[in-house]
């Protein structure tokens, strides 16, 4: 079974804090994902990684940053949190033409 | 345009009818259609993949595709309250590994 997981289920932080969500997949997926999930509005594509080191921005990347050193984690950072990221964050790994499995998400919330 | 679009609902049906959800899409070139299942306060998750013309069927869920009418949709016979959930329709294109998700469809199912 496809595993994905994330560092935390909840998390709740104050306006200007640097935030580090992780999301880890042990499937040698290529393909890593993050979204963002609002009431009304869906799910918004913010970064995707399609190898190490290699990142494409989605549709919504402002006021967020990727790193991915090692094939199976994906790091979604928020320089400096504002309360308009509160949020639940999803993230999603895929191999190459795959389905995408998602971990459990981390709900967000900036103070 | 937006590339997919599904009909938000809240769709309600009772217990033991058929519940009909519904997805179209906008590029013509669209190769591969998921829908995902997604539990109030969880993450997605897959339900069914189809990538011909036709009909797929697995347990009690059927995926209905039509390319020509660009047109995507999810079946469930016997609904059980237990498929009281949010349904998204997501679209692969024929080329680069990004999905496209619809806003989703709320569904009921009445006791």
């Known amino acids: 079974d496809v595993k994905v997981t994330q560092s935390s289920r909840y998390l709740v932080k104050r306006t200007g804090e640097k935030v580090f969500l992780e999301c880890v997949q042990d499937?040698?997926?290529?393909?890593m994902f993050w979204y963002r999930q609002d009431p009304g509005l869906g799910l918004r594509l913010i970064y995707f990684?399609?190898?190490?080191?290699?990142?494409e921005k989605g549709d919504i990347p402002e006021g967020y940053s990727v790193s991915r050193e090692k094939k199976e984690r994906f790091s979604l950072i928020l320089e400096s949190a504002s309360t308009n990221q509160t949020s639940m964050y999803l993230c999603?790994?895929?191999?190459?033409?795959?389905?995408?499995?998602f971990g459990p998400g981390t709900r967000l919330t900036v103070l | 345009q937006k590339e997919v679009e599904q009909n938000s609902g809240p769709l309600s049906v009772p217990e033991g009818a058929i519940a009909s959800l519904n997805c179209t899409y906008s590029?013509?070139?669209?190769?591969?259609f998921f829908w995902y299942r997604q539990y109030s306060g969880k993450s997605p998750e897959l339900i069914m993949s189809?990538?011909?013309?036709g009909d797929k069927e697995d347990g009690r869920f059927t995926a209905q595709l039509n390319k020509a009418s660009q047109y995507v949709s999810l079946l469930i016979r016997d609904s059980q309250p237990s498929d009281s959930a949010t349904y998204l329709c997501a679209v692969k294109r024929n080329t680069g590994n990004q999905f496209y998700f619809g806003t989703g469809t709320s569904l009921t199912v009445i006791p």
């Open positions: 499937m040698d997926h290529e393909n």
């Open positions: 590029d013509r070139g669209s190769q591969s």
């Open positions: 999603a790994s895929s191999t190459n033409g795959g389905t995408q499995y």
């Open positions: 189809i990538y011909s013309n």
């Open positions: 990684s399609y190898d190490v080191k290699m990142k």
